[in-house]
């Protein structure tokens, strides 16, 4: 079966730090960017961060730049995104997405070829 996996949500106090994976099973991901997405309650989904295939590029939205830092682990065929000085506002559900494309420069609009199921973020005091 050909999926993504998203893993390492969960609640966090304002101010702290989650690291969330994004792992393939049964296909690689060596030859797709990567990005991921989030979606809050009423709102639409918007683009958080992508990195290319070779993980020598990434882009990030303005909300994050600074605090949030995607990677990637070619050989265990996985994506993180680490989540530092987490706000309130950054509270979510998370998908990763694998981009049809090496490339980010367009990633919220480029066609993708897998999204994972989603872990939630939320971050509370």
């Known amino acids: 079966q050909l999926e993504l996996v998203e893993s390492g949500g969960g609640l966090v106090q304002p101010g702290g730090s989650l690291r969330l994976s994004c792992a393939a099973f049964g296909f690689t991901l060596d030859y797709y960017a990567i990005g991921w997405f989030r979606q809050a309650p009423g709102k639409e989904r918007e683009g958080v961060s992508c990195?290319?295939?070779?993980?020598?590029?990434?882009n990030y939205a303005d909300s994050v730049k600074g605090r949030f830092t995607i990677s990637r682990d070619n050989a265990k065929n996985t994506v993180y995104l680490q989540m530092n000085s987490l706000k309130p506002e950054d509270t979510a559900i998370y998908y990763c997405?694998?981009?049809?494309?090496?490339?980010?420069?367009?990633?919220?609009?480029?066609?993708?070829?897998?999204w994972g199921q989603g872990t939630q973020v939320t971050v509370s005091s």
């Open positions: 990195i290319s295939s070779s993980g020598g590029s990434t």
């Open positions: 997405a694998a981009i049809r494309n090496y490339y980010c420069s367009k990633f919220v609009s480029e066609q993708k070829d897998y």
